[in-house]
C-alpha cells in the first residue's frame, strides 16, 4: 500500500511515512510500555467494565435513555446523590477508533464526578460498520442537543471524548446549532489523545470497516475545518483542553499540538497538557481516581477554581 504524496518535501509529516511506519504511528496499543498491546487492551476493557458495574450500582442513575429514534441512540445519566435542576453535565464520548468500544464499558470517571456534584453522561452511537462517520457525529450532535433539552436549566454542559471520541467532541466546535433548535449551555471541551485529522487513517487497517474516501475523513476533520475556513467560538471565554499521554505515539502528539495552535489562532481559549507518565489507555483508565492530575484539572474546569 502507497501512501500518496509520501516523499515529497512540505507535505504533512504522515504522507512521508511507509505504509508500515503509519500503521504503526495509528496503532495506539503498540505504544504502551508498561504491557504487552494484547493486554493493554484487555486491562483497559476490564477497568472500564468494573467502573460502569460499580457505577451503576452505587449511583442513582437512568440507563439506555433514548435520544433518538434509532437502535443504537442511547444514553446513560448518571446523578450525584443532592438531587438538582441546576447540575453541570459532564458528556463523554466513548474511544475505539469509531468501530470498538461502548458507553457499557466506558464510565471511569462517574464516581468521582458524581461525588463532586457533576451529573455524567455515557452516549453511545452507532460504530462501523454499522454507522458512517457523518452519521457518528450527526448522533453525538443530537446527544448533545437531547441534554440541553432534557435539563435547560444546567449550570453547563461539558464535552469529553477520547481518542475517536476526542475527535468527535472535536467536531462539535463546528456544530451548526441552529439547525438543532437550541444552543446547548457548552462550558468546556476536554480532548484526550485524540485524532482531529482522520486522512491518515484512510491508509491504515483501521479504515477496513470504516471505508472512508479522502472525502469523508477531510469532511470529518476538525483540523481541516479549522485551517480552511477557520471556526470562530461561540463563547471565547468556553475554555478547550487539548490533552495528550505522555507515552502517546508521536502522531497523535503531532495530531494534538495542531489542533492545539489552529484552535489558538481561530481565537478559542485553548490549552494543551502532555500528562506524564501514562499511555493511551491510562489516561483514561486513571479517571477512576479522584486525585488524578486530569480527573483534577476536569473538576477545576467545571467549578472555576
Known amino acids: 500500500m502507497d501512501v500518496p504524496g509520501a516523499g515529497r518535501a512540505g507535505q504533512a509529516p504522515w504522507k512521508k511515512m511507509s505504509a508500515e511506519e503509519l500503521e504503526n504511528q495509528y ?3 503498540r ?38 429514534e434509532g437502535e443504537g441512540e442511547r444514553l446513560d445519566i448518571y446523578f450525584p446523590e ?24 466506558s464510565a471511569f470517571m462517574v464516581i468521582p464526578l458524581t461525588a463532586q456534584g457533576v451529573a455524567v453522561v455515557m452516549v453511545a452511537y452507532d460504530i462501523a460498520p454499522k454507522g458512517t462517520l457523518d452519521q457518528m457525529v450527526d448522533q453525538v450532535t443530537r446527544s448533545v442537543v437531547f441534554v440541553q433539552k432534557r435539563y435547560p436549566h444546567n449550570k453547563g454542559i461539558y464535552l469529553c471524548g477520547h481518542s475517536a471520541g476526542a475527535h468527535l467532541a472535536a467536531m462539535m466546535l463546528l456544530a451548526n446549532w441552529t439547525k438543532h433548535g437550541v444552543t446547548p449551555n457548552l462550558r468546556g471541551f476536554f480532548l484526550v489523545s485524540g485524532v482531529y485529522d482522520l486522512q491518515p487513517i484512510v491508509f491504515t487497517s483501521q479504515n477496513a470497516p470504516l471505508l472512508m474516501t479522502l472525502e469523508d475523513a477531510q469532511r470529518n476533520s476538525p483540523q481541516w475545518h479549522l485551517e480552511v475556513a477557520g471556526a470562530q467560538p461561540v463563547d471565547p471565554s468556553c475554555p478547550v483542553l487539548v490533552a495528550v499521554g505522555q507515552h502517546d505515539s508521536p502522531e497523535f502528539h503531532r ?14 481559549k485553548a490549552s494543551f497538557e502532555e500528562l506524564r507518565d501514562v499511555d493511551h489507555f491510562e489516561i483514561i483508565e486513571n479517571l477512576t481516581q479522584k486525585d488524578d492530575a486530569l480527573t483534577q484539572i476536569i473538576l477545576k474546569t467545571i467549578f472555576q477554581e
Do not use: M
Request: net charge positive; glycine share 8%.
Open 82 to 105: 443532592q438531587a438538582s435542576e441546576t447540575l453541570p453535565f459532564f458528556v463523554f464520548f466513548h474511544g475505539g477508533y469509531w468501530q470498538s468500544g461502548s458507553k457499557d464499558e
Open 31 to 68: 505504544w504502551v510500555v508498561r504491557l504487552g498491546a494484547e493486554e493493554a487492551l484487555r486491562t483497559y476493557k476490564q477497568i472500564g467494565c468494573e467502573a460502569t458495574r460499580k457505577a451503576r450500582d452505587t449511583c442513582r442513575n437512568q440507563l439506555h435513555v433514548p435520544y433518538g
Open 255 to 268: 495530531q494534538s499540538r495542531e489542533l492545539h495552535q489552529a484552535l489558538c489562532r481561530d481565537g478559542w
Open 27 to 29: 496503532s495506539p496499543s
